[in-house]
Structures are given as structure tokens and as C-alpha cells.
């Protein structure tokens, strides 16, 4: 078997944006989100699951790190060198096709998104990413569609293209209107509907 296993705590970083290294990860358990420096803001790039593969650009171009990847609560993972890693695709023609698809399918998937997100107003932005959120990642609760997986209000407004100041506003009005509750690194999608409606999505 490919690597060794280890595990990461909440919040651990696994790779850190600007370093050279070349290994990879292959995700076993739990959830980690890439994020990338964007002057003195950290901006969420994407979250990833367990089954997923995180730094195999790096293996394979050599260059510097583009991005870190965060432990969102516990994380287990098979860390695999980029030399072995390259070795295994190479003689491996079929894990070799998957991973190129696994990539253009991340760069369509965040094409889409930057155009699905284009020209909106910022209430539909956060809508949409909020339900996107819930869709991929929640779980349901009690009071909803539970979505715990570590993601700060600076990150959602990043992922969302607005500033911070705008994001508590939005916040604030869906809490009011009965739609959101929250909590730390937390979000409840209390009225599914009515958070449809503010994302436009019919």
C-alpha cells in the first residue's frame, strides 16, 4: 500500500501555501478546506472529503505550494511522496486518466461557480453559497440542515465575493427572517425555502 497513514487534529494544516514539498494526501476520513492568501484576506478556495486526493499539483509540477489545506475537525489521510506518487501513475494508466479528469473537473466546477456568481447581488451570492454548502456538506439536525465543517464568516464572504461588513449584514437579516441560525464556525438552514427564494434558485 501506497504511503503511510497519518492523522491531523482540528485545524492542523496539512500543506502550507509556498512550500516546496511534493507529497500528496489521499483523504481517508473527515474534511479539510484549501484555502489561498489574497493580500492580508484568506480566501476559501474549495473543501475537500475523504476519497479525495489534495497536493497533487504539486507532485506534479514541482512548483511551490498555490494553496494550504486545513484539517476541518479530525482528518486521516495516506501521505504519499511525490516520487512515489509519480511512479504509481505512471504505471498505472487508468489512476493516471482519473486524476486528470479529477482536475479538469475541479477547474469546470469552479468556472461554473465564478460564473454563477458573476454580476449577482451579494444577498444572492451568500444565498447561493449557503445552499451549496448545506447541499454538499450538511447535515441534517433537530433544527435543519446542520453545516459544521469549520468555515469562518471570513471565509464565507470570501468564498461569497463580499466584504466581511456585508456578510454580518446579510447574517443578521436571514437570522431575523427566520432562515439561519449560527453559531461558532457553524451554520442551521432553519427554512430551506425561504433560503431558495433569497438565492433566486427555482
Not at 186 to 198: I, S
Request: proline share 1%; net charge neutral; charged share 25%.
Amino acid at each position: 500500500m501506497l504511503g503511510s497513514r497519518v492523522h491531523f487534529a482540528d485545524q492542523a494544516y496539512l500543506l502550507h501555501e509556498g512550500d516546496r514539498s511534493d507529497h500528496v494526501f489521499v483523504l481517508l476520513s473527515g474534511l479539510v478546506k484549501v484555502v489561498g492568501e489574497m493580500g492580508d484576506r484568506e480566501v476559501l478556495i474549495s473543501l475537500r472529503l475523504a476519497g479525495d486526493v489534495v497536493g497533487e499539483l504539486g507532485a506534479m509540477t514541482g512548483e511551490p505550494r498555490v494553496a494550504a489545506v486545513v484539517a476541518c475537525g479530525e482528518v486521516s489521510a495516506r501521505r504519499i511522496s511525490g516520487g512515489s506518487w509519480r511512479a504509481f501513475l505512471a504505471d498505472h494508466q487508468d489512476a493516471s486518466v482519473a486524476t486528470n479528469q479529477l482536475l479538469c473537473d475541479r477547474l469546470v466546477a469552479a468556472t461554473r461557480r465564478q460564473l454563477d456568481l458573476a454580476g449577482r447581488q451579494a444577498r444572492v451570492r451568500v444565498a447561493r453559497v449557503l445552499w451549496e454548502l448545506g447541499c454538499e456538506f450538511g447535515q441534517r439536525g433537530p433544527r435543519g440542515l446542520e453545516i459544521a465543517v469549520g468555515i469562518s464568516q471570513a471565509e464565507l464572504a470570501s468564498a461569497a465575493g463580499c466584504s466581511e461588513s456585508t456578510l454580518r449584514d446579510l447574517i443578521k437579516e436571514f437570522r431575523s427572517a427566520g432562515v439561519l441560525a449560527t453559531g461558532y464556525r457553524r451554520y442551521v438552514l432553519l427554512n430551506e425555502n425561504k433560503l431558495l427564494a433569497a438565492a433566486d434558485i427555482q
